[in-house]
């Protein structure tokens, strides 16, 4: 199961396209197209420390708590917490609309749209890793650094939980270069940019 599947289920999508007044189908292309850039974001951030795994644990846990919950929430989203993940994981506010230009080109969908969803989607994703990270940590055994991103790199790379933990999980899980994702060149842009 793929991600955007997953944050369909809870009902991640469905809040967006009712905030932003599109319907689901549309979420979901968008949705599809700008995850593996924010993605690839986060595996760049983490490589680039060299406390690796615990740096990905680090950088969810600046961002603080209930980022899915206010996009699941009936009130607006406050999307400045999503821009906050942008700029920590692309650097510039020129990534980012690269990001949704390239992204726009790629799936058909508006450039605008998809500049609105770009940081709803990135608090439903980073949510979404803080919540199996505070879940698998309760159960994870000691070394085991991000506990429950194992399951997330099983949904992202085809591996079992216990085959995709540390750094070399989370690189492995999140890795886009070479198997055929036609948004590989937004991964490469965002690295060039962000160099």
């Known amino acids: 199961m793929q991600i955007t599947d997953i944050l369909a289920q809870m009902g991640g999508l469905q809040s967006v396209a009712r905030e932003l007044g599109v319907n689901e189908s549309q979420v979901a292309t968008g949705a599809d197209a700008l995850i593996p850039a924010i993605l690839g974001g986060f595996k760049r951030q983490a490589q680039g420390q060299p406390a ?13 708590g209930g980022l899915l919950d206010d996009v699941l929430a009936p009130q607006p989203t406050h999307v400045e917490r999503g821009d906050a993940v942008l700029g920590q994981i692309f650097g510039s506010k020129d ?91 937004i991964l490469q842009m965002v690295g060039k940019v962000m160099r």
């Open 95 to 185: 990534v980012s609309r690269a990001v949704a230009d390239k992204a726009a080109a790629q799936s058909g969908l508006d450039a605008s749209l998809l500049k609105k969803m770009l940081p709803m989607v990135a608090m439903l994703v980073t949510g979404y890793m803080q919540k199996q990270g505070g879940e698998g940590a309760a159960q994870a055994a000691p070394g085991s650094a991000l506990g429950g991103l194992g399951a997330l790199g099983g949904l992202l790379g085809g591996q079992s939980g216990s085959q995709a933990s540390g750094l070399q999980g989370i690189a492995s899980m999140l890795d886009m270069d070479g198997d055929g994702n036609p948004f590989d060149d």
């Open 52 to 64: 690796g795994a615990d740096a990905l644990g680090g950088l969810l846990g600046q961002f603080g």
